[in-house]
């Protein structure tokens, strides 16, 4: 499909946004990245990670704590995304270009992959949203209906059941399948894949039997087969979960839109800010725990508009931007907590899965 583009208008509210958030960094004499909490709070969990590895691979504890360290293990891996890989991913995590990508490359040395990740998230996710065809973070197909436009199966209306233990399987999937399908198709969904320098492959490569070394053959090797299968299993489908979730609740509920262009302009309705908003929506975030461990993307629609702003001042700008919405006539889409959310991203797989909502 063609790729669509965004409506302009003379005074975007995007434009208004912008200001409003400059003015309150200007206000109160911050930068616009992360800072010292952010970088003990990113140690706290890349030593965590690493101290629990190790005591798993090299001095393994019996069945009951090392079963308990698998899952704490899959929670540190995911948070090391939320909180260090992400904003380093988008520039946010600090000042200075090189820490930004060395956090960001955090992302390879845990079975991804950087370069797929930019292009799959802040190139194409960030800007078409929950536009099917586009975003590659709604197409599960066939295994999910994730947008009234795709395609129902028999199998749809029990989705709302089964994707516990789908969303399970995410890490296993992204690591060991999915990069390599971008990779050999040059393509994330139907959008082709930038060229990719030596470096880029080199780097593909090196990383992925880097990662497989780290997780599976060294482990293979100190423990045995079947006591790492059991270990790899447990902290992968961990992970797997709580980044599924995390990501699907922001986007994926009753009230989040999913626009269409229209087929003779190739416009969506909104201008981008307004789309973002309409598509996204916070949970949460009045609890400082759930902030603290998902990085701030319970603040998803802050993050969505500003990317670049690290996660840490989201509650801040969050204040400026409801004012702003209300003043617009935005609706401004939040959760109070997070099994509220989960309660309506079940609600809409049923109703996907029913085939009940009309394309917004």
Not at 78 to 87: R, T
Not at 151 to 156: D, S
Not at 319 to 339: D, M, S, T
Request: net charge positive; proline share 3%; aromatic share 18%.
């Amino acid at each position: 499909m063609a790729v669509p583009k965004f409506s302009n208008v003379s005074h975007s509210f995007h434009a208004e946004l912008k200001k409003r958030i400059s003015d309150y960094f200007e206000q109160v004499g911050q930068s616009t990245t992360g800072n010292y909490s952010l970088f003990i709070k990113a140690v706290i969990l890349m030593i965590g990670t690493a101290l629990i590895y190790t005591h798993l691979v090299f001095f393994t504890p019996n069945v009951f704590w090392a079963i308990f360290e698998c899952v704490v293990l899959g929670c540190l891996i995911s948070a090391i995304g939320f909180n260090v890989m992400h904003d380093g991913a988008h520039g946010s995590f600090s000042k200075y270009k090189w820490v930004n990508t060395f956090a960001a490359f955090s992302l390879n040395i845990l079975g991804g992959n950087s370069f797929m990740w930019n292009m799959k998230h802040n190139i194409i996710h960030h800007a078409y949203t929950n536009v099917d065809g586009v975003d590659d973070d709604i197409d599960i197909q066939p295994w999910m209906r994730m947008s009234a436009t795709q395609k129902k199966y028999k199998l749809h209306k029990y989705q709302h059941l089964y994707f516990w233990f789908l969303y399970s399987l995410l890490y296993i999937f992204w690591i060991f399948v999915l990069d390599y399908q971008k990779y050999f198709k040059a393509k994330v969904g139907a959008m082709p894949l930038k060229k990719m320098t030596f470096g880029d492959h080199l780097v593909f490569w090196g990383f992925k039997l880097f990662h497989a070394f780290l997780f599976v053959g060294l482990p293979i090797y100190m423990l045995g087969f079947t006591d790492w299968v059991i270990g790899f299993l447990v902290f992968t489908l961990v992970a797997g979960f709580v980044l599924s979730l995390v990501f699907q609740l922001a986007h994926t509920v009753e009230h989040t839109a999913f626009p269409i262009a229209d087929v003779a302009t190739g416009k969506l309705e909104d201008e981008w800010a307004v789309h973002q908003i309409k598509t996204t929506a916070n949970f949460a975030t009045n609890n400082k725990l759930v902030s603290w461990l998902v990085g701030g993307l319970n603040f998803q629609i802050e993050h969505h508009l500003f990317p670049k702003i690290s996660h840490i001042h989201y509650p801040q700008i969050s204040k400026i931007i409801k004012q702003a919405c209300q003043e617009y006539g935005i609706h401004y889409i939040e959760y109070p907590r997070v099994r509220y959310a989960v309660a309506s991203h079940v609600a809409f797989l049923r109703q996907m899965g029913r085939g009940s909502l009309p394309a917004s």
